[in-house]
């Protein structure tokens, strides 16, 4: 089995490779480097060069509010750059993955959201990532998608690294308080990848570590976890500093179709916390 996995030098994509890895799985991790996915013909060449079994599509824009004014950029890269390795892996004959984002939602309520549930997403950059899903389902039979939120790892920035550096620099930080989600950490979701990769379970899905918090409860850990003395001070989203994107303040994901299909439900988020604060030499 040959794996193609997009995104490398990103947080997942960094993390699926060293997972494949550790299984004997042979990959090759690519980045805008080795080709442009929003050029069709680089792509296809690409990929029916290499002739993998397996797509994973990691890759994607995701400067959400940096989105709102690069519309076109940002919709080259998530919809038509799914659209060039779609049709490239259909070439090969190739199983898709692709990672989604809880942003396909609109957001609302307090429930999880099954992964029936209708789409609506608030921003160009859920709106985006939601075209890149239909050109997945439009052009595949053998796909698997992934949708999932607030991630982070080692191989790149994220909350956790913002909260850690705020953390020593400041006695108290404002962190929103009414949006909700699940923290998910890179190499725990790239087990799943890696397990969903083998079967032929194809589907939509939701993949985010277990657990809910608000932003300002997820700071809180963090602090505690690193033993730094920040306070944290709650705001809502209406007393924060405006965002140009619109952030959806429910972003809890039922994962009630992993088991149904036979996957493993991710470990706690505040496991994932303290094996990534070990992992990046924090404690």
């Not at 191989?155 to 400041?170: C, D, I, P, S, W």
């Not at 992993?258 to 706690?268: T, W, Y």
Request: aromatic residues 10%.
């Amino acid at each position: 089995m040959k794996v193609l996995v997009t995104g490398f030098k990103g947080q997942l994509g960094y993390d699926v490779v060293k997972e494949l890895d550790k299984r004997g799985i042979t990959s090759c991790g690519v980045d805008i480097d080795d080709f442009d996915i929003t050029d069709a013909g680089q792509t296809l060449d690409f990929i029916k060069n290499y002739d993998p079994c397996v797509v994973v599509h990691c890759a994607a824009y995701t400067a959400v509010d940096r989105a709102e004014d690069d519309v076109d950029t940002c919709r080259r890269v998530n919809a038509e750059g799914t659209k060039n390795l779609c049709l490239a892996a259909k070439a090969v004959d190739a199983k898709f993955i692709y990672i989604s984002t809880d942003y396909v939602y609109p957001g609302n309520g307090d429930e999880p959201y099954e992964v029936t549930d209708a789409t609506a997403p608030l921003s160009v950059y859920g709106k985006t990532k939601l075209e890149g899903e239909n050109y997945v389902r439009e052009i595949l039979e053998k796909y698997f998608i992934i949708r999932t939120s607030w991630v982070f790892g080692k191989n790149g920035n994220n909350f956790v690294k913002t909260m850690l550096r705020l953390g020593k620099e400041l006695e108290s930080l404002t962190v929103v308080c009414d949006q909700v989600g699940s923290p998910t950490y890179t190499p725990d979701l790239a087990v799943l990848i890696c397990d969903m990769l083998m079967t032929e379970n194809y589907g939509i899905y939701h993949g985010t570590n277990e657990g809910f918090c608000s932003w300002a409860e997820f700071a809180a850990e963090i602090m505690t976890q690193a033993n730094l003395g920040a306070k944290i001070i709650p705001v809502t989203t209406a007393e924060y500093k405006p965002s140009k994107a619109s952030r959806p303040t429910n972003s809890r994901l039922s994962k009630k179709c992993l088991v149904e299909n036979g996957f493993n439900r991710l470990p706690p988020w505040t496991d994932a916390l303290a094996r990534y604060l070990k992992e990046i030499d924090v404690n």
